[in-house]
């Protein structure tokens, strides 16, 4: 994270180096007295038990949910999720500890020794003869100095939050990116980053403003005892706008719900995580200067939108950036003849990721997503067949733990976290503002799309996307991370409430809504044509009338259309070992480069990945017309092709725009020599 | 770790819940002063930025090591093994930051503040009015004030020894345990376990003598400038008769090596790992109390052989109990119809060992490796298929990365350790006194293990393993753990010396020493007799001379029979889906409880998990006797021939000499009723 939330940030590094600040008294030698000596020792002995202890609590948990959640998925329950059961056990792990366990201060007491300037970080101390070092855990306010940290063991279950921030999230975002239904996310790329981008700035604002008159009107009422500033109340409109959609995907996926309704809510929500949490960076780095603090501030305004617009596209380089280097590793090297040391590899890669963005001071978070994507994208098409299932099943092991560890935090924190607000009014006023503010995201946005979609977003899809806006890992992670005053705790709270009420009440009518709503299931959200022959469907397309293509035409827009054949005959090329050879499509200037470019295995690909040349439908009816490029050889031998289209190519410039034509005249050429066909159903042909 | 080392421990709890002291000071509200804020935020910023940094440089390293392997496994290059490599690439990277990166000592001026009787966990520390938090980090002796902690970069690289013990171990113990080549090693156990237990004591003990006198030298000589006492000696013993099979292993699995040969070095090697934990954990617990500390007490000799015995066995039990645990939750629910739920089950019940060995005073790390063997013996067979795949995928990937991260840190520590001692004679004497120990160990053993071997351990055999006795990641950790006093820090800076020249000379040295010593390569260690046909293999062998009966019988010693015959009948029936039911092998007033614990699938079991039953192949020659138990059908159905054994073994007590002996029986009478056999060659029938 960039800006002003930086300063309180442990990263992840630091929980591996941090260790060392924790260590007790070192072993002195023979010479001290062995009395002491073994007191510090009891201590440090029983402080580690109670370590493990506490970890060993969380471990319990998360079994329990498993078992739990295999006797809901045996037993067919979808009334409540996983996720919700892992809250409830938490809960109740949180009374027990909150009220079975008696509340020692140890020996915690609380030293003053009055000093210049500043703090140190590092601070020596001198007891009777000998030196301890102690370094800086952070501020107290005075008020609070008696009151923190009675419990020992409330304490030794309290995380740090950036641990969610900085070990929990980022395999949870990467999951997502990495496995982000292709297909039927590309589909939708419009109408989700409008929800994404414009849905979560409309939701924030929308909320922010609300909540500030809520808090006004606490202020009237004399509900509230501290500050609470404009930019407070927009920053938990930036929070509280990170929807989660995993209790409803997984009754989706289950029930095989509707994959366009599906790719809405999950591309939406993916990506507006990253949205909220740039978007919550910025209002903390708007800070207005001088007297006028927290009033609006034209200069601070264009700050904090600057600040958004770097962060989120420096994210989204680094997170693309190492992605397309392992694409390039793997590519180049026969890595794929040891799946053990490639598998390391793409964890080692999109770890860095994580750490490059922080080193950088973008979001790591963030970087990791779109990371998860152009793997998915890329390099995923050069791994070995082991290799792919080993890093999928590595990050689902990995998105499933951290998942399940949250939510049983988020239950266990509402008993054990020591500073909660809970005002009825705040509270009250949240339920109310979410609501409307999903209600002004949603409606007005999905109005304003059908009047450029052909395939209209029906009410009962927008009805069910109002629904389905459930919080949680990310709204939690993101409010948990400064609870350092009055009106944070009391945000932090609240969350923690929305949270329970959207995963348990809402997430628990997902079934009864989507059958009230008569939205389709029983539909196969993997369903593929059949595969290798995608290329008969686009001819018999083909030779349909250009109607189709009109309606297509108005969906794929020309941005889209110009980053995918970008994409197509130049990235997939270089990074994959498919596509069109970049000897084809490369002007003939760059003929030495583009033969070192391209893998051997392109100029004779007949076992071309079709997944991923099949993610591009740009026809969303139940008519596949597929943006294919799938060669079909008679005889097994695409040789002489190559050469054909190789010559071909060479005659033409090759702007992406005449590459599509070209492309497209060839398609029609090739049908009759069998050749690869990039057919694109426009009207070109009309 | 029990005793006396606990006290320097900053468990693995502790690195999750310790990121919260590192927190910079906390966000003060609106009313602090702005500039004051704004340097601790930037200095938090860099920081923060520093600790992604040397992350990122340990994941460059892991990469390049990554890419160099392949290289080095695609050209067929043997002569440096990975870990090798890594150490280079640390080295190299070591110089880099040493010599290349500017010594700052920031803002950690030290401060001395005077305070009564002993040192608080938590300080408050108030500076111009504003209260500020510190914890203890522990006591530093009174001459290193000045010179710790110079350079921001070094100290930013240097871990927190623990995370070696508490993180980076327990997956690569882990892993040796769960990928323990069960057949070939229970076969040569007896010969492991000597060399394991007594070897290791052994090597010890000479090790820590000839040093002791090497430290007398020294001191007569004049090199040594402070107290080394016998015990840090012994430790010393203990630090560096772990063996490491790492390098040796890896050639001998390409190269196909001596099925035996490997089986010992593996065998031995995970074993002393664990012995020479909870030795140097005794060696600690051994402080002779009164005047004479550091010499010989008897009293104090006896508690440490206690202490060693009470930790090993409780180590033992913690890692068998929860590895019989998940045994029994995969065994009795149908959680394998969901494999990513029972691969999460599957590793936190195996984290949650080493947390609960941690919890009640024992190791961890040993722990974790019972725990591995036992989930390889029991859980692995009632995994699903894919569980079985992903289990050993997930802890494959997670011990390559420590292990590699182990060894690149090594040789970055060589120069970025700060606190370095290398006396050259000492060196030199610890070279010699290993070379000596690991001779007295080997030649000796084998000896008196050939004087009960048929199959003898051959001197080229003997030969290997001398030279094979590589100290790796274990010997590092043990070291690193504690170096706070001159001695240690001398020891430490030894035993890093000794890693480098055994991984990179004796470990090149591999592939030249088995052409040389005519030890046969080419062997597929994973060679089984071919499937489902064994039991006719039994058959022939019954038909055979009685004389290969008398020698398997001098192989398998009474107590291993013993524990087999328990194994077989009662834990495999209990705990898995194989083995005889437990309604003919318990006593039949235990009838209720025999049918509620055996799984319906031993019933119709005609797809007998063979693997887990031809692990037992008492006689090592090359004819395969198998103790096997395979139900070979003619028909496909072996309903009626259950109810049969199931009278056979009502009528007879079962005491497990006379299962034995009914088992044997039995299997006569099966050959003609094609039922469950159970050939135990030995001279019952003869």
Avoid at 156 to 165: G, H, M, N, S
Avoid at 246 to 255: D, G, K, R, W, Y
């Amino acid at each position: 994270m960039a800006g002003p939330l930086r300063r309180r940030l442990p990263p992840l590094p630091l929980l591996l180096l941090a260790a060392g600040g924790l260590r007790a008294a070192e072993r002195s030698g023979g010479s001290s007295s062995a009395m002491e000596e073994l007191a510090t020792e009891k201590e440090a002995e029983e402080s580690h038990r109670q370590d493990s202890v506490s970890l060993l609590t969380f471990i319990l948990l998360l079994t329990l949910t498993i078992l739990t959640i295999w006797l809901f998925k045996h037993r067919r329950v979808r009334f409540l999720h996983e996720t919700g059961l892992a809250m409830i056990y938490g809960l109740i792990v949180g009374v027990i500890l909150r009220y079975g366990t008696p509340s020692t201060s140890g020996h915690d007491k609380p030293f003053s020794c009055s000093q210049e300037d500043r703090p140190f970080t590092t601070l020596l101390v001198n007891v009777s003869g000998k030196f301890f070092e102690y370094t800086l855990k952070g501020e107290i306010s005075p008020g609070k100095i008696h009151n923190v940290e009675q419990n020992d063991m409330l304490r030794k279950v309290t995380f740090d939050p950036e641990v969610f921030f900085n070990i929990l999230l980022p395999p949870i975002i990467f999951h997502a990116g990495y496995s982000l239904k292709k297909r039927h996310f590309f589909r939708n790329l419009g109408s989700i980053l409008a929800y994404a981008f414009l849905g979560t700035a409309v939701s924030c604002f929308i909320i922010g403003n609300l909540m500030y008159g809520v808090v006004k009107l606490m202020k009237l009422v004399g509900q509230l005892s501290d500050k609470f500033y404009y930019t407070d109340c927009l920053l938990f409109g930036a929070i509280i706008s990170a929807t989660d959609p995993v209790t409803v995907l997984a009754i989706f996926n289950e029930l095989h719900a509707d994959v366009d309704l599906y790719a809405l809510l999950f591309g939406e929500s993916v990506l507006n995580d990253a949205v909220a949490i740039v978007l919550s960076s910025s209002i903390v780095a708007y800070q207005p200067t001088g007297e006028n603090t927290h009033a609006f501030d034209a200069a601070a305004f264009f700050k904090s939108v600057g600040v958004f617009l770097g962060i989120f596209s420096g994210s989204f380089m680094m997170g693309a950036v190492t992605g397309v280097v392992t694409a390039l590793v793997t590519k180049f090297t026969k890595l794929h003849c040891f799946p053990l040391l490639e598998t390391a590899l793409f964890f080692l890669m999109s770890w860095s990721t994580f750490l490059l963005a922080e080193a950088c001071g973008f979001t790591g978070v963030v970087a990791v997503l779109f990371c998860g994507i152009t793997q998915a994208h890329y390099t995923y098409n050069n791994l070995s067949v082991e290799s792919r299932s080993r890093t999928k099943q590595l990050f689902e092991v990995l998105h499933f733990l951290a998942e399940n560890f949250i939510f049983s935090y988020m239950g266990l924190a509402l008993f054990t976290f020591q500073k909660h607000i809970f005002s009825p009014v705040f509270i009250i006023g949240a339920f109310v503002a979410i609501f409307l503010g999903r209600a002004a995201h949603i409606y007005p946005l999905s109005f304003l799309l059908n009047l450029g979609r052909r395939h209209k977003i029906s009410w009962s899809f927008q009805h069910m996307m109002m629904f389905s806006g459930l919080r949680g890992a990310m709204a939690f992670a993101l409010a948990i991370r400064d609870t350092a005053t009055y009106s944070h705790q009391m945000m932090f709270s609240t969350t923690l409430l929305i949270v329970f009420f959207t995963v348990w009440i809402v997430g628990g009518g997902t079934t009864p809504m989507l059958s009230w709503l008569n939205i389709r299931v029983g539909v196969d959200p993997d369903q593929d044509p059949p595969p290798s022959n995608d290329s008969f469907q686009v001819l018999q397309g083909d030779g349909q009338d250009s109607a189709r293509r009109n309606r297509t035409k108005q969906e794929s827009a020309w941005l889209f259309r110009l980053w995918y054949s970008f994409d197509h005959n130049y990235l997939k090329p270089i990074l994959t070992h498919s596509g069109p050879p970049l000897t084809t499509t490369l002007p003939s200037w760059c003929g030495l480069i583009a033969r070192c470019l391209t893998s051997p295995q392109v100029y004779d690909n007949q076992e071309q990945l079709r997944e991923e040349d099949s993610d591009f439908i740009l026809n969303d009816g139940d008519l596949t017309v597929t943006y294919g490029d799938t060669t079909i050889t008679a005889n097994g031998s695409s040789g002489p092709h190559t050469a054909t289209t190789n010559l071909d190519s060479r005659r033409t410039k090759s702007s992406s725009e005449e590459a599509l034509e070209r492309d497209l005249g060839a398609a029609d050429h090739e049908v009759t020599s069998r050749g690869t066909r990039l057919v694109f159903p426009l009207e070109y042909n009309a």
